[in-house]
């Protein structure tokens, strides 16, 4: 190989990179950590390669031990897709099951929002939440992404139908519109995890 060619390749290389950095610092979410400081969850598997990922969730403990910092990413596939969720599911049905939602704003930031999945699949928002057992840390919000990335207590107390973090779950992501009354509506996209999770 030439050095004309050498050079050019390492450009090329140097590209590559700026490129996903640049990518990973519009999404909010830095795979670099993934199996070092925290743990991921990527969907489809191994989909941070190809950089195709339809969702991304991590977990790692906060520094004092008593709250999970997780992170949840969903691709856009259009306007209308305005939250992307994670239900924390005793099983790979939608049913009896807390909900954690990144909802996209108008201005390029996102708020969190807890519900819970009723049986027969009727999402009911929580309403506010104390900011000791959960509140928003980050968020980035694109045409073709929306991210949070938040604290939640391990184990809540001040309110019941939060998830409780020292339990394993099946963890249920989802995205799709959000209605005029600002509930989630019916997701355009769901994916269960094929195994079960215990963040804490």
Do not use: W
Not at 56 to 79: H, V
Not at 131 to 142: G, N, R
Not at 163 to 178: C, D, K, S, T
């Amino acid at each position: 190989m030439t050095l004309k060619s050498l050079i050019a390749l390492a450009g090329i290389v140097a590209v590559a990179c700026i490129v996903t950095t640049f990518s990973q610092s519009l999404s909010g979410f830095n795979t670099s950590q993934c199996g070092g400081t925290k743990r991921c969850i990527n969907i489809p598997e191994n989909c941070q390669i190809q950089g195709n990922c339809q969702y991304q969730i991590s977990y790692a403990p906060s520094r004092d031990g008593k709250s999970m910092i997780i992170e949840l990413f969903g691709r856009r596939d259009s306007p209308q897709m305005q939250y992307v969720a994670i239900g924390f599911s005793s099983d790979a049905r939608m049913g009896n099951e807390p909900v954690a939602a990144c909802i996209a704003g108008p201005n390029g930031q996102a708020q969190l929002s807890y519900s819970y999945n009723q049986e027969g699949k009727r999402n009911i928002p929580l309403g506010p939440i104390n900011p000791s057992d959960a509140q928003l840390l980050s968020s980035a919000v694109t045409e073709s992404s929306i991210y949070c990335q938040f604290s939640q207590a391990i184990n809540p107390t001040t309110n019941p139908s939060l998830p409780n973090l020292q339990r394993p779950f099946q963890l249920l992501v989802a995205r799709g519109p959000v209605q005029s009354n600002g509930q989630l509506g019916h997701h355009t996209s769901r994916q269960p995890t094929s195994f079960m999770t215990q963040m804490a």
